[in-house]
């Protein structure tokens, strides 16, 4: 009666999200914990679930890198290296991980990372990692974990989020409200003074600038030398760094639950109202957007194109969402006690 009852179940819910969400497979995974973070490496992807355990898709191969799961737990944060290195926190140390495709370990950092859950690790494009130390310096490691160069913050910086720009710059934001930039060696480039707190509220645009919100509700444009080319103030505080969507336009997210898309001009598009107030993830590919969010009882994906016209509103109560990732052409969706959801998406 049991096995009936778990079948029907099962049938039940992907016959629900069949038809939310069109063509899908089911892909499950051997633990009920949930995802977190995604990341991917040709085509291949990487995650890793609440039980701090570390799992690996090739197309619809599930494995586990058990190298060091069961003797080291791991924090969320994920980054994976040109040549399938992962990158993680350990979670007792605070220290960095390298691991290889097995999940055995390469190296780990002498440096402890803050004890913050937005505390980033970066892969710059010739495969350098950058993160923030406990001790308020950045540190520049090789993929074999070689020291390249370390930079101390003169400040606390509030934040142990790092940004890097396409061409190897690196941004954070200092909890005086201070922006700096390093150059791909770890040189201070700029900073910017004055600003209200960032609390890592910054990306790096389509076109190198940097769009970084504030507390108060600023949102300011810097351009590669450090200098403020426009500066707007919204309707309330910034929540999250800005998403970018297409190749000119990017999103903010507010304490208000409300979602606004800006130009590389600093002129405003469109708003969105988001009427749940779990702070929303969001995720682009092309020209569509899409944004997650929901609250106690259920979860909401919604779908809008570029302009800001919602396509479709999908409601998913029996099945709770932990992330969302757009990789190789398909939309993943980690769900609590269901594992992946893998749905085909088109780019416009």
Not at 81 to 92: F, M, N, Q
Not at 196 to 204: L, Q
Not at 306 to 328: A, F, Q
Request: charged share 25%; hydrophobic share 35%; with cysteine.
């Amino acid at each position: 009666m049991k096995q009936l009852w778990i079948f029907l179940s099962i049938a039940l819910m992907q016959a629900y999200v069949h038809g939310k969400l069109g063509e899908f497979e089911t892909i499950p995974i051997p633990t009920d914990a949930g995802v977190c973070n995604m990341a991917n490496h040709e085509n291949a992807i990487i995650f890793t679930t609440a039980d701090r355990r570390l799992f690996r898709l090739d197309d619809r191969k599930l494995s586990e890198m058990t190298g060091v799961n069961r003797l080291i737990p791991l924090r969320g944060q994920l980054a994976v290296g040109h040549d399938g290195t992962s990158y993680l926190i350990e979670a007792k140390s605070y220290k960095v991980l390298a691991l290889d495709r097995a999940g055995f370990l390469i190296w780990r950092s002498r440096e402890a990372t803050p004890p913050a859950d937005e505390t980033t690790i970066e892969v710059s494009p010739d495969g350098t990692i950058v993160f923030m130390t406990n001790s308020n310096q950045v540190v520049a490691k090789s993929p074999e974990g070689a020291d390249l160069w370390e930079t101390p913050i003169l400040e606390d910086p509030g934040s142990s989020r790092v940004e890097l720009a396409a061409d190897g710059r690196i941004a954070l934001g200092e909890w005086n409200g201070t922006m700096t930039c390093l150059g791909p060696n770890g040189r201070r480039l700029w900073s910017v003074h004055g600003l209200d707190s960032v609390e890592g509220r910054y990306r790096f645009s389509q076109d190198g600038c940097l769009i970084v919100g504030t507390e108060s509700g600023q949102l300011i444009s810097i351009d590669q030398h450090g200098k403020i080319r426009w500066s707007r103030v919204l309707s309330a505080p910034i929540s999250q760094p800005p998403t970018l969507v297409g190749k000119d336009c990017f999103i903010v997210m507010k304490t208000d639950l409300e979602v606004e898309c800006y130009n590389q001009n600093g002129e405003s598009l469109w708003k969105f109202r988001n009427k749940y107030p779990r702070p929303p993830r969001a995720v682009s590919f092309g020209r569509s957007l899409y944004i997650l969010c929901g609250d106690r009882d259920e979860d909401v994906l919604y779908e809008l194109d570029v302009d800001g016209k919602l396509r479709k509103t999908i409601s998913l109560e029996i099945m709770p969402l932990r992330s969302l990732r757009i990789i190789n052409g398909y939309r993943y969706m980690g769900a609590s006690r269901r594992g992946l959801l893998r749905v085909p998406v088109s780019q416009d």
